[in-house]
């Protein structure tokens, strides 16, 4: 098992541009969620989705969309990127009923 | 005020000595506490959860919780260089499902 996997790992993108952040999870979790975490500010939810074919929005999802792809994948998209997007952003998956959220190994992306 | 609040740190123990490590949360609701680890770079993971008041020990590390005063925490006896990472503290408020409120994290430092 891959567990959680995100692609890419790094990324720099200027002001405007778009982008898709893939995230795959192969435990056959119901939930999965994308969190940006900042210095001095934590881990942030910003969309979550219960199970296939749902989302909603988290914490702070400005600047976002999400898509649910199937029960395996969780895409996250900036459709203008701006630089107070410059994060670093983990995926996570967890089985409905069990404590654990499982973190992909997260994206560093830089906006310029 | 911050939902799920930690002091940043760092924290600084020798090894071989008792890391405490505190976080205090607004939301009375509560159900559910969980204390990630995450080593610079990476991604968290968990070590411990806990949903009753009292006491709840794992190998060397041990949760404490006190829902009526709202803090838990979480000791690490015996505490390794290898301890030495950032700690998150985290709360879920709903009962049936897992949307995590995380704390901004509190730096733990082991020395030899």
């Not at chain 1, 982008?19 to 795959?24: E, F, K, P």
């Not at chain 2, 924290?11 to 505190?22: C, H, Q, R, T």
């Not at chain 2, 609701?29 to 009292?54: A, C, D, H, T, V």
């Not at chain 2, 015996?78 to 408020?93: H, M």
């Amino acid at each position: 098992n891959a567990g959680v996997t995100q692609t890419p790992k790094f990324q720099v993108l200027k002001t405007g541009q778009s982008m898709t952040l893939q995230c795959a999870q192969d435990m056959n979790h119901n939930s999965m969620y994308w969190y940006r975490q900042d210095p001095g500010m934590g881990l942030r939810l910003i969309y979550y989705s219960a199970s296939e074919g749902t989302t909603d929005k988290g914490e702070v999802p400005n600047g976002y969309n999400v898509s649910r792809l199937n029960k395996r994948e969780f895409s996250l998209r900036l459709e203008s990127a701006a630089p107070s997007q410059t994060s670093v952003y983990f995926c996570a998956s967890t089985l409905a009923g069990e404590d654990t959220q499982y973190f992909g190994p997260g994206t560093r992306l830089t906006v310029l | 005020q911050k939902e799920v609040e930690q002091n940043s740190g760092p924290l600084s123990v020798p090894e071989g000595a008792i890391a405490s490590l505190n976080c205090t949360y607004s939301d009375r609701g509560s159900q559910s506490f969980f204390w990630y680890r995450q080593y610079s770079g990476k991604s968290p993971e968990l070590i411990m959860s806990i949903y009753s008041n009292g006491d709840k020990e794992d190998g060397r590390f041990t949760a404490q919780l006190n829902k009526a005063s709202q803090y838990v925490s979480l000791l690490i006896r015996d505490s390794q260089p290898s301890d030495s990472a950032t700690y998150l503290c985290a709360v879920n408020i709903l009962i049936s499902f897992q949307k995590l409120v995380f704390g901004t994290g509190t730096r733990l430092l082991v020395s030899p």
